[in-house]
RNA sequence: CGGGGUGUGGCUCAGGUGGUAGAGUGCUUGCUUCGGGAGCAAGAGGCCGCGAGUUCGAGUCUCGCCACUCCGACCA
């Protein structure tokens, strides 16, 4: 391709409205075109990329064994009615009418429509195991779109699904899946961690996630360099620490008017936050829960929600919090509750002496208060969120480090939530009706390009690894008015077409450092500079990602690139 | 959903106290240049987000709306 005529602007400013790196040199580098927040074009260098992340992707899937499909992304509303999701995606999901006012949604994920392709057409056990996928447009109304592609609201997602017999199967069908992953993404040259996930309220035995090493991501990663645990902060599990030896003293009321929160106690009592526990009341799906963390700890919610397989969990409204307590809010504690209510105490909790918590009293706190003596908790769990140094929940042994991360994959099993809801039955050796056993896998197609750039790139542009790069070489001309340049660049650029690489040749009347900027900003791997050595029949080869220029004879660049 | 910010040529932005718009960059043309975003000169390009209102007169003031964006909350 000629640059002359290739459909591109790339821009010397920084857009106004991208924040992260990725998000800015997509545009700087014209790969993409916003149409409106979270929605995206790809002009034809950003859509090359995009076509060569798909390819790996399928290249892999299908060498795994799964088959590709394609489903509609306008989806009739029966389907999400009968999983329940037609309600519990709210808002996020986009909804039209036909003209006959029946509904409709986009597409936001196809757990449905595979379920119901494969129930009408696999009777049998002898016909399964089966792995379906395809790579599509998917469309959630998010409530806030961030980063360009990473959080669109149209997005392009590979989503595949498996169909086994058992458990067993499903295991198998899962560590396939979880190894075309691993495939797919060191293709791609990207840095990552697989991390244990939160299986949500969808249930299932197991969930991990492909996490993209990078300071802008979204999601928290906890890890363990001493076994190599890790796990999203969400999931993160934290350890009992040891009983306190403390003897117990006598329990103690004591006057703290005004102090309401944690940092107020500290300063009013001069003591620490880790002698403190604070009791934070929820309101789970219409009941009020009191839960006990450690006065320097975070609950997790994600984690209570679990527990108490809530629908819905949120704070309780501070008039619940008065009727509980009958204190303002600010002063509760699990001693002589107005209202016998849940308590929940994390497992850091359980093992603390002699210390205090709210006294259901305003302006009051209790102080020597002890599990056993002056309260007896309903249940005690792990319920707070891990932190750095947190002693390693698997081994036992190293400590907890934290890092930022892009949830670029996400592999499930499922189980059998939607084979049940929609009636996805196989008949066994015996005749028997069975649900089939599912999973779920999903890769980020649109997302995944974006966490490339934030893992490879400078000052400069882009640094694509050579998989995914639009164009493998570029040739630059540094003087288009010369023949003995011109020629010789031409040459190799009809010898490089010939044996089918993907070459770019600068042949703009530009200056050279208008081309050498461009180069490095849509950022193509291998550089070819014809110029001052351009009689002799040599030319300058350059690496985008390295700093070393070589001059070479034109025929040792042809090698070089492959020839 | 709560709180903040911003909407002015393609892009980045400037436009005290109201008087119908500027710069840089990009684009076009010419000349001079030509190895890391050249110089000079001449051009093209703007319902100043939308709608009301105040005013003789609104980019500027008032009200409403919309869009974009940041922080938080939320998120299979």
């Known amino acids: 391709m ?8 790339t821009q010397r400013e ?84 036909d003209r006959g006012g029946r509904d409709f949604c986009l597409g936001p994920t196809h757990e449905e429509s595979f379920t119901e392709a494969v129930r009408d057409n696999i009777r049998s056990y002898k016909q399964l195991p089966v792995t379906l996928y395809q790579i599509q447009h998917k469309y959630r109304d998010e409530k806030r779109p961030r980063f360009g592609v990473m959080r669109s609201r149209e997005f392009v997602m590979k989503d595949a699904y498996s169909f086994d017999c058992d458990e067993a199967g499903l295991d198998k069908s899962y560590i396939t899946m979880y190894d075309a992953y ?78 309401k929160t944690i940092e107020e106690l500290v300063s009013f009592l001069g ?22 963390v450690r006065g320097d700890r975070d609950i997790n919610e994600t984690k209570l929600v679990n527990l108490l397989a809530a629908n819905e969990l949120e704070l309780a409204a501070f008039d619940d919090v008065e009727a509980v307590t009958g204190a ?34 305003t302006d009051y706190h209790f102080k020597n208060v002890n599990i056993g003596r002056d309260f007896t908790p309903d249940t005690v769990a ?15 042994e190293g400590t907890m480090s934290m890092a930022r991360g892009i949830e670029v994959g996400h592999i499930f099993k499922l189980g059998t939530k939607y084979s049940k809801a929609l009636g996805c ?39 694509w690894p050579e998989g995914i790069a639009p164009y493998q070489v570029i040739i630059i001309p540094t003087k288009t008015n010369d023949e003995t340049i011109m020629n010789l660049a031409e040459d190799i650029y009809s010898k490089m077409t010939e044996a089918g690489i ?52 034109a025929s040792e660049a042809l090698r070089m690139a492959g020839i």
Not at 2 to 9: E, K, N, Y
Not at 193 to 222: L, P, R, W
Not at 271 to 291: M, Q, R, S
Not at 448 to 456: L, N, W
Request: net charge negative; hydrophobic share 40%.
């Open 328 to 361: 303002k809010v600010g002063f509760a504690g699990p001693v002589d509750l107005k209202k016998k209510i849940r308590v929940i105490c994390d497992i850091e909790v359980a093992a603390m002496r002699n210390f205090i918590v709210g006294a259901n009293e």
């Open 14 to 97: 920084v857009p106004a409205d991208a924040e992260i790196p990725s998000h800015q040199l997509m545009l700087r580098a014209g790969l993409i075109r916003k149409e409106a927040s979270g929605i995206y074009s790809f002009m034809p260098l950003g859509f090359r990329v995009y076509r060569k992340v798909e390819n790996i992707i399928r290249e892999e899937m299908d060498k795994a064994g799964a088959q590709e499909l394609i489903m509609p992304a306008l989806l009739p509303a029966e389907a999400y009615k009968a999983s329940g999701r037609w309600d519990r995606f709210g808002p996020e999901m986009f909804r039209l009418h």
């Open 182 to 259: 691993r495939k797919i993404f060191d293709r791609m040259g990207l840095d990552y961690t697989v991390v244990d996930a939160d299986s949500g309220a969808m249930g299932g035995s197991g969930s991990q996630e492909f996490m993209v090493k990078s300071d802008v991501g979204e999601d928290g990663i906890c890890y363990c360099s001493k076994c190599g645990y890790a796990a999203n902060e969400e999931k993160a599990a934290t350890c009992a620490p040891a009983p306190s030896e403390e003897e117990m003293k006598d329990i103690e009321k004591i006057l703290t008017p005004d102090a």
């Open 271 to 292: 003591t620490t936050p880790d002698n403190f526990v604070k009791t934070i009341l929820y309101n789970a799906d219409g009941e009020i829960v009191a839960v006990m």
């Open 2 to 9: 000629r640059v002359s005529g290739l459909f591109l602007s």
């Open 502 to 553: 993907e070459v770019l040749i600068d042949d703009r009347n530009e200056r050279p450092g208008v081309k050498f900027k461009d180069a490095d900003l849509i950022g193509i791997p291998m550089r070819i500079t014809v110029g001052r050595a351009a009689g002799e029949g040599r030319v300058e080869v350059k690496f985008r990602n390295s700093s070393d220029v070589n001059e070479v004879e």
């Open 425 to 463: 039955i196989y008949l066994d050796k015996e005749g028997k009706e069975n649900n089939m056993i599912m999973g779920c896998y999903g890769i980020g197609v649109s997302r995944t390009m974006a966490a490339v750039i934030e893992q490879h790139h400078d000052d400069d542009g882009i640094i």
């Open 382 to 396: 792990d319920i707070r969120s891990a932190v750095e140094g947190d002693l390693c929940p698997k081994c036992k």
